[in-house]
Nanobody, 124 residues
């Protein structure tokens, strides 16, 4: 059974950092791509970043470029989203999801499996 479990969410003040983790079971992250999406209250779910371990494909949305970094630990079968210089606009529930290949902005409709989400609140 494929499972994705996010962790690392929380509340921080603007300018601070958080690292989200997406622990995978039931498959090997080496063979898939993982994407991070977020959904703020009252807004549509939007793609944040994605990464394919096997071909190093990487994508970042413009609104996180230079602040967020996606990475993976094959030994732990876990992907990470390091979020620096957080802003109040980054407040959302963040979801990780699996799909076949990261070759540009991922579409939510292309995702095969989703985690349950991790809440990130950026507030002073």
């Amino acid at each position: 059974e494929v499972q994705l479990v996010e962790s690392g969410g929380g509340m921080v003040t603007p300018g601070n950092s958080l690292r989200l983790s997406c622990s995978a079971s039931g498959f090997t992250v080496d063979d898939w791509a993982l994407g991070w999406f977020r959904q703020a209250p009252g807004k549509e779910r939007e793609a944040v970043a994605c990464f394919s371990v096997y071909d190093r494909g990487t994508y970042y949305a413009d609104f996180v470029k230079g602040r967020f970094t996606i990475s993976g630990d094959n030994a732990k079968n876990t992907m990470y989203l390091q979020m620096n210089s957080l802003k109040p606009d980054d407040t959302a529930v963040y979801y990780c999801a699996t799909f076949r290949r990261c070759a540009g902005p991922p579409e939510a409709s292309d995702m095969d499996y989703w985690g349950n989400g991790a809440a990130v609140i950026v507030s002073s």
